[in-house]
């Protein structure tokens, strides 16, 4: 099942998803919407969005609040997005200008807190306190994640422990929220509701593993950003913390001096200590380990074409080259 099949399910509920995106992006100040528009048309697959739809669909909800939802989602997601550039002082993004890069870095946080307020009016209008819960959780936890990315910055002597945490609460954690509100959205049991957050969060950890990965052996153009960002910023993620820890002594030095220089000078010497130590194939298996709990996870629910398809995005997640 390629990706396309998995839009496929939720065809129609998509369609109004990008239609409320639109309606809830309106303002009465020009900039606020020019901003909004440009980093939430510019290309992002939507993922989290498509979660709460499955989700939903899985466990036969035939209600239109899904839209509203998925839209609230993906308001949250894309006001990290604008703050993530700023802090990380990024300039491409899905292989366009970033938006602090267009208008700079005030605007950019500024409008990052407008999605923040418009996505909790939003969840207002949805009515569940349960919902309102899992989410303001959900933004919380994303943001002390990306407070410890930060801390973690420049420091080659962070663990896989640490890292882990890290990916857990600047990425897993939305796409656990996805799923487990689109699930209780649809009035899940306890069993489903636990089900599709387990699920969420164990394919949120898969996705950002075969991201960085893809960091040190993707294709720029496809990708959207430069290969080799990370270490320009000097961001010790998993295949550095195991090349450390596995490369000749002399190799983990470079890599160690490289993270607390940040830069790409060393990048050419480090994709090769990395692919040749096997930190490549660990993290991708570490990846494809998170991928298969999430499969797991679905056993609980009723065999539907949506079930599938959540089953599949886990495929597709460490399958992807971008």
Not at 181 to 200: D, K, P, T, W, Y
Request: proline share 3%.
């Amino acid at each position: 099942m390629q990706i396309k099949d998995v839009y496929s399910v939720v065809t129609d509920e998509f369609e109004s998803v990008n239609q409320m995106i639109l309606a809830r992006l309106q303002s009465d100040v020009p900039l606020v919407e020019k901003i909004g528009h440009h980093i939430i048309e510019s290309g992002g697959k939507r993922l989290r969005p498509l979660l709460v739809l499955l989700s939903a669909k899985s466990l036969n909800y035939q209600e239109k609040d899904q839209a509203l939802l998925a839209a609230v989602i993906e308001f949250l997601h894309t006001a990290t997005l604008l703050h993530d550039d700023v802090v990380d002082t990024s300039d491409l993004r899905r292989g366009r200008p970033t938006a602090n890069a267009n208008w700079g870095n005030a605007p950019s946080v500024l409008v990052g807190d407008f999605l923040y307020s418009r996505a909790f009016q939003m969840m207002v209008d949805l009515g569940s306190m349960k919902i309102m819960n899992i989410l303001s959780n959900a933004t919380a936890v994303i943001a002390q994640g990306e407070v410890m990315q930060l801390m973690n910055v420049k420091n080659p002597d962070v663990s896989e422990a640490r890292y882990m945490d890290v990916i857990q609460g600047k990425t897993a954690m939305l796409f656990e929220a996805s799923s487990r509100a689109g699930s209780v959205l649809a009035g899940a049991s306890e069993a489903q509701e636990e089900a599709l957050r387990l699920f969420g969060h164990h394919l949120g950890m898969a996705f950002q593993l075969i991201d960085d990965v893809l960091d040190y052996m993707g294709n720029a153009e496809e990708l959207g950003k430069n290969v080799g960002d990370d270490l320009a910023e000097g961001k010790p993620t998993l295949p550095l913390i195991f090349a450390m820890q596995n490369a000749p002594e002399a190799d983990a030095q470079l890599i160690r001096q490289a993270i607390r220089k940040g830069g790409t000078e060393q990048l050419d010497a480090i994709l090769k200590i990395v692919a040749d130590c096997g930190a490549i194939d660990y993290t991708v298996n570490k990846a494809k380990e998170e991928a298969a709990l999430a499969k797991q996870k679905l056993e609980v629910l009723a065999d539907t074409p949506a079930r599938t398809a959540l089953a599949a995005l886990a495929d597709i997640a460490v399958e992807r080259s971008h």
